[in-house]
């Protein structure tokens, strides 16, 4: 019998992996053929050939699959992680793919090629709701609104740089992995061993003349798994922007005036929210937060209302740093209030 959260689930990751995996399925039948086949396999018109390329390219990667990608994976990792990357991507066909071609390529490729995945991989917490598949975030969208919301709320502290860095980088992992959600069969140590061999391989602690890409990559990972209680601090800096981002990625789509059900969307939006209400640490955060929360039970609200009320958000979170008696959500900032025109990342038209 059909379970519909599992269904409504493997539809949501379907929708949030397609473009990855159909540019990972090109690109290791690409290398396979490059390594093992001689010259790349010809771009043939006449539809009959074309089948026989597609068919070539199945027998080449199930050939690869079935016997050369646990040599190739130890190549780059010890038994026990060759063993979690198999058992995990036998669930998870793009664990498998990522880790496939993510171990065909060279170690200075591997950098530029995590952020290309970034813009094609679809984040699967926005997929389950009833948005339009154009207007699902990827995940270097994510990343960017992340690191916008590192400048707004932590513009003076002095770690800001590497609050900035992991921001940028925090999610670079699912380059390889994919995205999951919380009910994918999948626990959280094994997704967090994922992701740290997913960092590990874009960006290798000892690489000859890394590119800049691959040192700032490497300081995100330091930043995420450190132990220290600096890296904590960074940590839970970060996290708060990643939380908050949520939010105003809901506040967001409520104001395009989307064709959905608004009370519908409204509904399947609540998870963000509460997760961001219940989860921020920092006071900047919640002060931030407080606007956002207030904006989205605006029924008249439009396109270019949002960046107004992500200027708000911020003029409130600074107003309440100021010795003042009172300050009133949606008062005309001070002589000393900062004013910013936050401009996120646009969804495609």
């Known amino acids: 019998m059909s379970n519909p959260e599992q269904d409504l689930l493997k539809k949501s990751a379907d929708i949030a992996n397609r473009e990855a995996m159909r540019y990972l399925s090109s690109q290791i039948a690409r ?6 086949q001689g010259p790349p396999l010809p771009r043939l018109k006449r539809r009959g050939f074309e089948l026989g390329k ?5 027998e080449l990667m199930n ?22 990357i198999l058992r995990v991507g036998q669930k998870f066909p793009r664990v498998r ?3 496939a071609y993510f171990s065909l390529l060279s170690t200075g490729d591997c950098p530029d090629e995590a952020m290309h995945l970034c813009h094609l991989q679809g984040r699967i917490e926005w997929a389950r709701t009833s948005i339009p598949p154009r207007m699902i975030q990827v995940v270097y969208d994510h990343q960017e609104s992340t690191e916008m ?9 002095p770690n800001l740089a590497d609050i900035i ?4 980088y925090h999610d670079v992992a699912k380059a390889i992995t994919g995205d999951f959600s919380k009910d994918c069969d999948i626990t959280a140590r094994d997704r967090r061993r994922l992701e740290k061999l997913a960092f590990e391989l874009i960006a290798p602690e000892y690489t000859p003349s890394p590119a800049q890409h691959a040192q700032d990559i490497r300081r995100s990972y330091v930043l995420a798994f450190g132990s220290g209680a600096a890296h904590r601090d960074i940590r839970s800096k970060y996290k708060d922007c990643d939380l908050l981002e949520r939010a105003m990625e809901s506040a967001f789509l409520v104001s395009q005036n989307l064709p959905t059900n608004r ?4 509904a399947e939006l609540q998870p963000f929210w509460d997760s961001a209400e219940s989860g921020l640490q920092h006071q900047r955060a919640k002060n931030f937060f407080k606007v956002l929360e207030q904006a989205r039970y ?4 439009k396109p270019e209302d949002y960046s107004d009320i992500v200027n708000t958000a911020e003029e409130y979170m600074r107003k309440c740093e100021m010795p003042t008696d009172s300050v009133a959500i949606g008062q005309s900032p001070g002589s000393n209030a900062k004013q910013t025109i936050v401009q996120f990342p646009a969804r495609k038209p």
Do not use: W
């Not at 860095?165 to 940028?168: F, K, L, V």
């Not at 009370?263 to 409204?266: G, I, M, P, T």
């Open 54 to 58: 597609v068919f070539r390219e199945a």
């Open 165 to 168: 860095m992991a921001c940028r």
């Open 97 to 99: 793919y990522g880790f």
């Open 31 to 36: 290398h396979l053929s490059l390594r093992f």
């Open 298 to 301: 605006r029924t008249d609200m």
């Open 63 to 84: 050939s690869f699959f079935n016997a050369g990608y646990q040599d190739q994976l130890s190549r780059k990792f010890k038994s026990e992680d060759v063993s979690l």
């Open 263 to 266: 009370a519908q969307l409204v």
């Open 149 to 157: 919301l590192a400048k707004i709320l932590f513009h003076d502290d």
